[in-house]
């Protein structure tokens, strides 16, 4: 938590956005920001439907974030300062961001850690935090307000731009690009060597050295253990406003959209394209070169080996329509009894041709 506020101060942080419709009720001192179920005295809470508001009602938070439609419930109880917003998940969001957030200035140690190791030609923002063990290689430039927790490698001719947060022992390899207000996850890398080899006529392999970088766009978050791998030439590319869950693996020259969100074990295979907007289930899997339309949404461990050239929900390997999808695994899980129909038809025409 990183301070006590009034709720007022809230709607008018807010007010240029529309996110708070109105105010209703006290202005209690907002001391915390916690769960329906284990809310205090004193906290701010979010309800999205009526079962959470007569949690709340038990447990008697200071005040309470609604939905229009129960905002005149919420009201009957005076002790409650309320607001009212038009979308309660990202009032949640937003509001938990500027009051609720971790501070990632680590005050336990000063302001740049003296066991980090930091090429001369690297100048560091005043602004910026740098925590224990954290390499920084040469001509790396940093923006300002970054945050470089304890173990964080950057290695040489890196640019990131600025309130960049990059959690402990994750890694940044040479010549990539890191936009603004992107956060890293602990032990993900960036700009780790792309999987490329050439065989010869006894199959011995042969590395292809890959050259290219990375450029992570703006507003990205990328999970724990992340892979994101560098390009053989060019750039891989993450779109900005994306965001990936732990153990997602990106491969060389993949080029992804804007907005996207995957969720853990995805694998996306070298020089796929991914467009705007599109989401992904655990554990799918998408081969190289395959072209993604915008807003696609694949889920059941989805297999993508052809083009998906059109927006909509896709299922299955290899993935089709999702409400085929389901349809083929309905009749899937019958099988044996239309073995068994199957069997006993036939055996109905061996009779009658028998006869014959």
């Known amino acids: 938590m990183n301070n006590e506020f009034h709720l007022s101060e809230v709607k008018d942080k807010f007010a240029d956005t529309q996110?708070?419709?109105?105010?209703?009720?006290?202005?209690?001192?907002?001391?915390?920001?916690?769960?329906?179920?284990?809310?205090?005295?004193?906290?701010?809470?979010?309800?999205?439907?009526?079962?959470?508001?007569?949690?709340?009602?038990?447990q008697q938070p200071a005040a309470v974030v609604v939905t229009e439609k129960?905002?005149?419930?919420?009201?009957?109880n005076e002790r409650w300062g309320i607001l009212v917003t038009s979308n309660v998940k990202l009032a949640h969001a937003l509001i938990k961001q500027a009051y609720g957030?971790?501070?990632?200035?680590?005050?336990?140690?000063?302001?740049?850690?003296?066991?980090?190791?930091?090429?001369?030609?690297?100048?560091?923002?005043?602004?910026?935090?740098i925590g224990p063990q954290v390499v920084i290689g040469q001509n790396t430039q940093l923006g300002e307000r970054c945050r470089l927790l304890a173990g964080v490698v950057i290695e040489n001719d890196v640019v990131v731009g600025t309130d960049c947060i990059f959690h402990p022992n994750s890694v940044i390899g040479y010549n990539c690009?890191?936009?603004?207000?992107?956060?890293?996850?602990?032990?993900?890398?960036?700009?780790?060597?792309?999987?490329?080899?050439?065989?010869?006529?006894?199959?011995?392999?042969?590395?292809?050295?890959?050259?290219?970088?990375?450029?992570?766009?703006?507003?990205?978050?990328?999970?724990?253990?992340?892979?994101?791998d560098r390009a053989t030439y060019g750039q891989t590319r993450i779109g900005a406003g994306t965001k990936t869950d732990n153990i997602v693996h990106?491969?060389?020259?993949?080029?992804?959209?804007?907005?996207?969100?995957?969720?853990?074990?995805?694998?996306?295979?070298?020089?796929a394209k991914i467009g705007d907007r599109c989401i992904t289930s655990g554990q799918t899997e998408i081969s190289d070169h395959i072209t993604i339309s915008d807003d696609v949404i694949l889920f059941h461990r989805a297999g993508v080996i052809q083009d998906i050239t059109e927006p909509g929900m896709y299922a299955g390997l290899p993935t089709q329509p999702?409400?085929?999808?389901?349809?083929n695994t309905a009749h899937f899980h019958k099988l044996s009894e239309l073995s068994k129909k199957v069997m006993s038809l036939e055996k109905v025409i061996r009779n009658l041709t028998e006869e014959q």
């Open 19 to 58: 996110l708070i419709i109105s105010h209703l009720g006290s202005d209690p001192v907002i001391t915390g920001i916690n769960a329906v179920e284990s809310c205090e005295p004193g906290d701010l809470v979010f309800v999205s439907n009526k079962e959470f508001l007569e949690l709340a009602k038990q």
């Open 70 to 76: 129960l905002a005149d419930e919420a009201a009957q």
């Open 101 to 129: 957030n971790r501070d990632y200035i680590d005050n336990q140690w000063e302001q740049i850690h003296s066991s980090a190791v930091i090429h001369p030609t690297v100048t560091i923002p005043a602004s910026c935090f």
């Open 177 to 228: 690009i890191i936009g603004n207000e992107v956060e890293i996850g602990a032990g993900t890398i960036i700009g780790s060597e792309g999987y490329g080899f050439a065989q010869d006529k006894k199959g011995k392999s042969y590395k292809i050295p890959q050259t290219g970088n990375v450029i992570i766009e703006d507003s990205v978050q990328l999970g724990a253990c992340n892979t994101i």
């Open 250 to 271: 990106i491969a060389h020259n993949v080029e992804v959209g804007q907005d996207c969100l995957f969720t853990p074990m995805l694998a996306v295979g070298g020089s």
């Open 322 to 327: 999702l409400k085929q999808h389901m349809r």
